[in-house]
C-alpha cells in the first residue's frame, strides 16, 4: 500500500473520496500509465527509488555556476517521476477544455474548483505546435495549479519536483556533469539542445533515456521545479547534519522560481544536471496588461515542466499549494 | 474647428505654457524639467513629460508601467475612465510599482463617459495615452490634437470608414501643430522586425509577390453581467464584442500582423475578398462578432495577401507574418529569411520591451523637436482590416476607394447615454447591403 495517501490539493485535513480510493490501490513501487479521467489521454510514470546524492557541482565543473555550490549532500524518499515532460495534449485539457457549470445547488467537482488559466493572448504554442510537443510557457503558478488539477481528477498527489528530487533523476546514480558522461559527445543521444534542436522544442521522448528511463530531462523544455529561487540556498543547506527531502518553499511573489535541465534553446552548459536558473519579471517582457497575467509568459517560450508524485510525501509538502494572486508582488 | 478657433487655442496654449512654467519651477523644484516648451513646439530640451491617460483598464494600466519605464522625467498626472472601479484599481496597481511618478491626485481623476475631456483639458498634461475600447478613439484623438496634445494612441485607431476618414484628417493637424503622436503598433519598435524587414527592404528577397499573416488562436476573456449594468455598461465592459466598440477581432487584433505587411511592402491592399462567421462563440455574451475570418487582400502591384484570423479553442494557432519574393522568402515574425540571401537574427539579450520601447522613441522626438507621426500609417492599417471584415459581412468584394469614399455615417452611436442598447444583429454575409 502507498504510505502517505495524497491530501488532495486545496482540501487539508479532509479526506475525499479519491484520496480513499488511492489509498485502496494495491501498492506496487512500479511504472504505470495514467489515464487522465474521461479523456483518453494517458502519461506514464516510473518509480525512482530515494537515496542519498550530492547536489550541486564541484567547483572545477567546466560551466559552473556560483549559485550551485557549495556541493551538499541530500537525501530523497522513494517518488514517481513523469517518463515525459508534460505536453499540451496533457496540458489542453486543464487549460482549455469547458468545464460543466455545476446545476444549482450542486458543488463544482474538486478539480473544476481549482483555478484555470485566463486565456492567453496570442497563440500559446508559439508556432511549434501542439499533441506530443512539451507544454511550455506557462508560469511556475501555473505548472503548479496543473498538477493540482491533476490530482484532483486522479486522486493522486501529484506535483511539480522538489529541486533535490529533481537533479536526483537526472544524475540517475550518476556524478558526471551530464547523465551521459563527463564530455558533451553523447549530449546529442539524450537531449535536444541548441546545437540540434534547430531552435525549435521536440515531441517528448524522442531522445534515449537515462539509466532510470527518465526522457528529456536534458533539454527539451527547461523545467520548473518546486523551489523558490535563492542563489545562496546550497550555501545555508551546506551547515546542516542532515538533509531529507530539502525544498524551498515558495511565497507570494511571481519571481524568482528555480527551472531546471535547460532547453532546445540553450548550449551544453546550461544542460548540465546541476545548473539552476531563476525565472524573473523579464520573462513576461511583451506582456502589455497591467496586472500582467500570472498564468502565461510572453517571453519564456523555453520552459515547461514534468510530474513528481511521492511514495510518502513529506510532511512540509502536503496540501501544498501556489499563493500567487494577480495582486502578487513581482519579486 | 474654423481657423480663428485654432489660432486662438495656439496663443492659449502658449499662454498656458508660460503659465505652467512658472508654476512648474515653484511647485516642483526638484524635478527634471526646469522650463516648459513641449506641446507644439519641436524645440529640444530636457522637458518633463505629463500624462493623462484616457482608459485605465488592463492595457492602460500596462502602458502606464511602460510610458514611466521608457524615460526619465515622466509623471502620470491625470487619469480618465467610464467607470470608476476600472480607474481606482489602475491607480492603485500603478502606485504599487511607482509611487513617486503616479502623481495623480483625486481631483485629477475623472469618470464617466465625458472623462476624456476633463483629462485632455487638465493644463499640465502634454502627452496623452488613448487606451479606451477603439470605438472612441476618432473623438478622443480629435480632442487630444485639438488641445495641443501629443498622443500616443493605441491601435487601431477607428473602427469603421467615417471614423478612418475622421483620423486621416487630423494627420495633418497635428503635423501643423507640431504634434507628435504613436500608434501603439509595437512591432514597429522591436528590433527583430525593423532589422528583418530593412533587409527585405533593401533587397534580400528581390521583389515580394506573395505574403500571408495569421492571428488564429483561442478564445479571449469574457466578464459575465451584473444586474447592475445597463445595456451600454455592459457592451462597454465586454467591448470586445461589439463590432462599434472594437471593429471585430480581425480589427482590433489581426491588424498587427496585417499592418506588418504594409509596413514591409510599402502600401495597402486596394480590394479585399474575405469570408468568416461566428461558428463556436454563438452565445449571446459573445455580442454579434465573428470567431473566424480568411481574407485575400490585393495589392496594386498585384501581390495577393492570405490573411486569417480566428478566435476559437482547440484549433491549430499560429501568430505570424512571411512574404515570399523572387529571390528567397522570410518568416518576419521569427527574423528568418531563405533563399540566396539566408539568415537569421542572432538571440540578442539586450533587446527591450517594445511596449516600452514605443514610449522611449515618442518621448525622444518630442524632446529633440523632430517630428513623429504614426497616425497615417495605422490608419492605413486599421482601414485595410476594415476593409476585410467588410468584405466578410457582407460577401461582396470591397475596394480601398469604395470605403474611403464611401459616405455612411459612423456605426459608433452619438449621444451615448447609461441605458438600454440593443445588440446589433449578426451579419449575414450575402444579405447585407450597407458596409
Redesign the interface.
Known amino acids: 500500500m502507498i504510505a502517505g495517501a495524497p491530501t488532495p490539493p486545496g482540501t487539508p485535513g479532509a479526506a475525499p473520496p479519491q484520496a480513499a480510493a488511492a489509498t485502496a490501490a494495491p501498492a506496487g513501487f512500479e511504472s504505470y500509465t495514467e489515464t487522465i479521467p474521461d479523456t483518453k489521454v494517458t502519461f506514464d510514470m516510473v518509480p525512482v527509488k530515494g537515496g542519498s546524492f550530492t547536489m550541486g557541482s564541484p567547483a572545477n565543473e567546466a560551466g559552473r555556476a556560483e549559485d550551485e555550490g557549495p556541493e551538499v549532500k541530500a537525501t530523497v524518499g522513494n517518488f514517481w517521476i513523469g517518463a515525459r515532460e508534460v505536453t499540451w495534449e496533457e496540458y489542453?485539457l486543464y487549460a482549455?477544455a469547458?468545464r460543466r457549470r455545476p446545476a444549482a445547488g450542486e458543488a463544482p467537482s474538486p478539480a473544476d474548483a481549482v483555478s484555470k488559466p485566463?486565456?492567453?493572448?496570442?497563440?500559446?504554442?508559439w508556432?511549434f505546435g501542439?499533441g506530443k510537443q512539451p507544454a511550455l510557457g506557462m508560469t511556475w503558478h501555473a505548472a503548479s495549479e496543473y498538477t493540482r488539477w491533476l490530482s484532483a481528477k486522479t486522486g493522486k498527489a501529484y506535483r511539480l519536483a522538489t529541486e533535490a528530487e529533481w537533479e536526483y533523476a537526472a544524475r540517475a546514480g550518476g556524478k558526471t556533469p551530464w547523465s551521459a558522461g563527463a564530455s558533451d559527445a553523447a549530449l546529442a543521444d539524450v537531449a535536444w539542445y541548441a546545437k540540434n534542436a534547430a531552435g525549435v522544442p521536440h515531441p517528448v521522448g524522442t531522445k534515449k533515456p537515462n539509466a532510470w528511463g527518465i526522457y528529456d530531462l536534458h533539454g527539451n523544455v527547461a523545467e520548473w521545479v518546486l523551489d523558490q529561487y535563492d542563489a545562496k540556498r546550497y550555501a545555508s543547506l551546506s551547515g546542516q547534519k542532515s538533509l531529507i527531502n530539502p525544498v524551498l518553499l515558495p511565497g507570494e511573489a511571481r519571481y524568482p522560481h528555480v527551472v531546471r535541465g535547460g532547453s532546445f534553446?540553450d548550449d551544453a552548459a546550461a544542460l548540465r544536471s546541476a545548473a539552476r536558473r531563476a525565472s524573473k519579471p523579464e520573462w513576461s517582457?511583451?506582456?502589455?496588461?497591467?496586472?500582467?497575467s500570472i498564468w502565461w509568459h510572453t517571453d519564456a517560450i523555453f520552459v515547461g515542466f514534468r510530474l513528481v508524485r511521492a511514495a510518502e510525501e513529506p510532511e512540509a509538502l502536503k496540501g501544498f499549494k501556489s499563493k500567487i494572486t494577480r495582486e502578487s508582488?513581482d519579486m | 474647428m474654423s481657423l480663428d478657433d485654432q489660432k486662438d487655442q495656439q496663443d492659449q496654449g502658449f499662454s498656458r505654457r508660460n503659465f505652467i512654467k512658472t508654476a512648474t519651477a515653484a511647485a516642483v523644484g526638484t524635478t527634471v524639467a526646469t522650463h516648459f516648451s513641449l506641446p507644439g513646439a519641436y524645440a529640444a530640451g530636457s522637458d518633463e513629460i505629463r500624462v493623462g491617460v484616457i482608459g485605465c483598464g488592463g492595457r492602460g494600466t500596462g502602458a502606464i508601467r511602460n510610458v514611466l519605464e521608457s524615460s526619465k522625467g515622466v509623471k502620470i498626472v491625470a487619469m480618465g475612465d467610464a467607470f470608476k472601479d476600472r480607474i481606482e484599481e489602475s491607480r492603485t496597481r500603478a502606485k504599487q510599482k511607482f509611487a513617486d511618478a503616479v502623481a495623480v491626485t483625486d481631483d485629477k481623476m475623472f469618470v464617466g463617459l465625458d472623462a476624456y475631456k476633463q483629462v485632455i483639458a487638465v493644463p499640465e498634461v502634454n502627452y496623452i495615452i488613448l487606451a479606451t475600447p477603439p470605438g472612441f478613439r476618432p473623438l478622443h484623438l480629435k480632442a487630444a490634437i485639438e488641445a495641443g496634445k501629443h498622443v500616443f494612441t493605441e491601435k487601431p485607431i477607428a473602427v469603421d470608414p467615417a471614423g478612418v476618414r475622421e483620423v486621416l484628417a487630423l494627420v495633418e493637424t497635428a503635423k501643423a501643430k507640431k504634434l507628435n503622436i504613436g500608434t501603439g503598433t509595437q512591432r514597429h519598435h522591436q528590433a527583430g522586425y525593423i532589422e528583418t524587414i530593412k533587409r527585405i527592404q533593401d533587397g534580400a528577397i528581390g521583389d515580394i509577390v506573395a505574403s500571408r499573416c495569421y492571428w488564429n488562436q483561442g478564445a479571449l476573456w469574457n466578464r459575465e453581467r451584473k444586474q447592475e449594468w445597463s445595456d451600454l455598461e455592459y457592451q462597454m465592459r465586454n467591448w470586445l464584442y461589439y463590432t462599434w466598440l472594437s471593429g471585430d477581432h480581425i480589427v482590433e487584433q489581426h491588424i498587427h500582423n496585417i499592418d506588418v505587411i504594409n509596413w514591409v511592402t510599402g502600401s495597402h491592399p486596394v480590394k479585399a475578398t474575405g469570408m468568416g462567421g461566428r461558428q463556436v462563440r454563438t452565445g449571446a455574451e459573445f455580442g454579434h462578432i465573428f470567431d473566424h475570418f480568411a481574407i485575400d487582400f490585393e495589392y496594386e502591384s498585384g501581390m495577393h495577401l492570405m490573411s486569417m484570423c480566428r478566435q476559437i479553442d482547440g484549433c491549430a494557432n499560429s501568430v505570424s507574418e512571411a512574404v515570399v519574393g523572387t529571390k528567397g522568402s522570410a518568416q518576419l515574425d521569427k527574423y528568418t529569411i531563405a533563399g540566396a540571401s539566408a539568415w537569421a537574427r542572432a538571440k540578442n539579450d539586450k533587446d527591450v520591451d517594445p511596449y516600452v520601447q514605443e514610449h522611449t522613441d515618442l518621448i525622444a522626438s518630442i524632446r529633440k523637436g523632430e517630428p513623429f507621426n504614426e497616425l497615417k500609417a495605422t490608419a492605413e492599417s486599421t482601414l485595410t482590416a476594415i476593409m476585410g471584415r467588410t468584405s466578410a459581412y457582407t460577401g461582396k468584394a470591397v475596394t480601398w476607394d469604395e470605403l474611403l469614399n464611401s459616405t455612411e455615417p459612423t456605426i459608433v452611436p452619438a449621444d451615448l447615454k447609461w441605458g438600454p442598447m440593443p445588440t446589433p444583429p449578426v451579419a449575414m454575409p450575402g444579405q447585407q447591403t450597407s458596409l
Do not use: W
Request: glycine share 4%.
Open positions: 489542453d482549455f469547458r485566463t486565456p492567453p493572448y496570442a497563440d500559446e504554442s508556432g501542439k534553446d517582457r511583451r506582456d502589455p496588461q497591467q496586472p500582467q508582488p
